[in-house]
């Protein structure tokens, strides 16, 4: 068997988290080119994460750098499975006990799209992109995300493609839409081993009964907004919607609430906010019915559309006539509500993977090589939690550049240079346990949005002092 050639370092602790991987890359240019393409993710956003920006190159004119060239090779014609990869990073979440799922963590899907130009990229098409507010030429990707009030971290993402790329349009066998791909990436994170209390997803999802009776078929709790409108069970003036069956709830004022009850929301910044929930009826939805349809808000007289939630979830309720023959346990409404304030950690996923790492400024038109790049973003922002967590003693002086290798690395000429190896920031000084992605003052983990709920579930400070010793 040949000796594998020694690889050169990724700086600080990088190096350690990517050699997790090494046996997964069955050359030395695809371990080198997994290296250089993290830490590029990691550094600054001067610029966006194209790939001579990866490789520290002049933009346009450095696109035939070598180094560039490496990595086009290494994202585009080299031969690694991504999906190996991705389970490999999913694997190593669920054995660190302070990122391994539990039973009060949330499963929260969503899709989001973004803006791309021509028409010869993979899964390109003109679709409703959810971060710009409109249609328009993009690429959309559905992913699964698992979180509770003090972490989350995507688990599986599968780009939607639309009707057009198929022979025979949606009637081809090969076509998915959203919600199945959704509902099939569900079923995957529950055979993975990941546990969760329910799934939890938007309007855009809970509206259609096709996909809450998907995730049920599955045994799949589910959580999922719905739209005010939504639920015509009438024609015309007589439609009756979850607006009309909230209004119909009895409510004076907080000392005399009807049948509103209230639900206290604690906050990542410590605040708390009281809000009031209250089982309502639509159709043979109810309290009791299999889909129950609770609504939240912080004023049931005026209901605000800013600040009103209403939920389709097939919990039960305590002490309801389906409590004894449910195998999931119930849920009353502090823990309704808390299940889906919990969903809105995927939009801030959003945020830190397409702000700061780059999600969507790929410049590659294969399939393979879009999900590459995304398999390989969510392994830049999986390294930022599993630095986050390690002990002290693991982690590497601040600024320690790489060691350079002590034999040869590369068959054939030495001419070329190779990249830029990039170095990871200098810190969060509010946090010295804080990962180092970034060099600047907001770091990906630092900005952690501020109201998103954090009760119940342990906080990473807790976890970390239950890790067990090395």
């Not at 198929?166 to 009637?171: A, L, M």
Request: hydrophobic share 35%; net charge neutral; with cysteine.
């Amino acid at each position: 068997m040949t000796r594998r050639l020694p690889c050169p370092p990724a700086p600080g602790p990088l190096e350690a988290y990517a050699a997790r991987f090494d046996d997964l890359f069955s050359t030395l240019a695809q371990r080198r080119g997994f290296r250089e393409y993290l830490a590029g993710l990691l550094l600054p956003r001067d610029r966006n994460k194209t790939l001579t920006a990866l490789a520290g190159s002049e933009p346009v004119a450095g696109a035939q750098h070598p180094a560039v060239q490496r990595l086009q090779f290494f994202l585009s014609e080299s031969t690694w499975d991504h999906d190996q990869v991705n389970a490999r990073r999913v694997a190593l979440l669920l054995a660190d006990p302070a990122t391994a799922p539990h039973s009060g963590g949330v499963l929260a899907i969503d899709d989001s799209g973004d803006r791309k130009d021509g028409k010869a990229t993979a899964h390109i098409g003109r679709q409703w992109l959810g971060r710009l507010g409109k249609t328009d030429n993009g690429i959309v990707t559905v992913t699964t995300c698992w979180a509770d009030e003090n972490l989350y971290y995507t688990l599986h993402a599968v780009p939607y493609t639309p009707a057009h790329h198929f022979p025979k349009g949606k009637s081809d066998p090969d076509f998915r839409t959203k919600l199945q791909i959704a509902a099939e990436l569900a079923r995957i994170a529950k055979t993975t081993g990941i546990t969760f209390r329910a799934v939890a997803a938007d309007c855009a999802y809970g509206d259609q009964d096709s996909f809450r009776r998907q995730l049920h078929a599955a045994g799949l709790p589910f959580v999922m907004a719905l739209k005010p409108s939504h639920g015509t069970w009438a024609y015309g003036k007589d439609a009756y919607t979850p607006v009309d069956a909230a209004r119909a709830l009895s409510w004076t004022d907080p000392e005399h609430p009807g049948d509103w009850a209230a639900v206290e929301r604690t906050f990542r910044d410590g605040h708390t906010e009281t809000w009031w929930a209250a089982d309502a009826h639509l159709g043979w939805w109810g309290p009791d019915g299999n889909v129950r349809l609770v609504v939240a808000t912080t004023d049931p007289a005026t209901l605000p559309a800013q600040a009103t939630w209403y939920l389709a979830t097939d919990l039960p309720r305590p002490g309801g006539p389906r409590e004894a023959d449910s195998p999931e346990p119930t849920a009353d409404l502090q823990e309704v509500v808390r299940i889906y304030g919990i969903r809105h950690w995927i939009e801030q996923s959003y945020k830190q993977v397409k702000d700061e790492l780059g999600w969507a400024d790929f410049q590659v038109r294969s399939d393979t090589a879009i999900r590459r790049h995304q398999t390989l973003v969510t392994c830049a922002f999986s390294f930022c939690w599993d630095t986050w967590f390690a002990p002290p003693s693991d982690r590497e002086p601040t600024g320690a550049p790489a060691v350079p290798p002590t034999e040869p690395t590369e068959r054939g000429t030495k001419q070329t240079p190779p990249a830029p190896p990039g170095h990871l920031a200098q810190g969060d000084p509010r946090r010295p346990g804080l990962a180092r992605p970034l060099d600047h003052s907001s770091t990906l983990l630092a900005s952690l949005d501020q109201r998103t709920p954090t009760t119940r579930t342990p906080s990473p400070d807790q976890r970390r002092r239950r890790r067990p010793p090395a």
